[in-house]
């Protein structure tokens, strides 16, 4: 997996602050604009997220490259609707010999990972077969596996990226998409970090919302999602 944060709002924080600046000050944009700059307003970026008021920022984009993952993840990632979508286009693109996605639980047991790889080559094949027969790749797609490698490029807001991170990074998340949201954190808190100072599962800023189907593990996501100075530097 390999994700890269490609471009981002000029100064995301600076202008999230003067956005929520709008909202108290009774001076006009520009005044408002130099006091920005001239301070440090990290702090009321921070109070501005604890009350809720995350409309502020929404005026935060950022720009994914995520390669190297399934089509299986791919499908959950598209299911965050406040986003924008790039992706790598089965029917368009030849996927003869398509590289593969194996799961760490299946990789684990030489026997099952021998099997998964056969299957996969077994699929290649047919695949290789139906173009050999003049089937277009819009129908011959119709055989690849949820298995298959895929690149997506991806634009989220600040806001919509808080939720993804509250319910990717959650311990229950399925483990590839959970690969993908922490590396995309440790991303944005370089270049955003009061931003996503708090950025978390669920569990991190209040109970945990999954009911019954906890992982109860709460005590553990706090420890590792809770603001530190130096967690940047440490991964997350």
Known sequence: MKIQLVSYTHNPELTCIAAGKVCYSPDGFEEIQKRVARGDHGAF??????????????????CFMLEGISRACSHQLVRHRLASYSQKSQRYVNENQFE?????????????????????????????????????????RFVLPNAAETKIFVSMNGRELLHFFEKRLCDRAQWEIR??????????????????KTAGPGCVNGACPEGKLTCGKSAQMREKYKPHTTRVADGI
Not at 57 to 62: G, K, L, P, T, V
Not at 104 to 133: N, S, V
Not at 179 to 196: D, G, R, S, T, Y
């Open 179 to 196: 690969e993908a949201a922490e590396q995309m954190l440790v991303l944005v808190k370089e270049v955003a970090p009061h931003m996503f």
């Open 45 to 62: 970026l921070e109070n501005i997220i604890k009350m809720g008021h995350l409309s502020v920022i929404e005026h935060a984009s950022f």
């Open 100 to 140: 593969y996605i194996i799961p760490p639980a299946i990789a684990a047991d030489p026997e099952l990972a021998g099997a998964f790889t056969r299957f996969m080559e077994q699929t290649q094949e047919f695949y290789a077969m139906l173009l050999r027969h003049d089937i277009p790749q819009e129908d011959a």
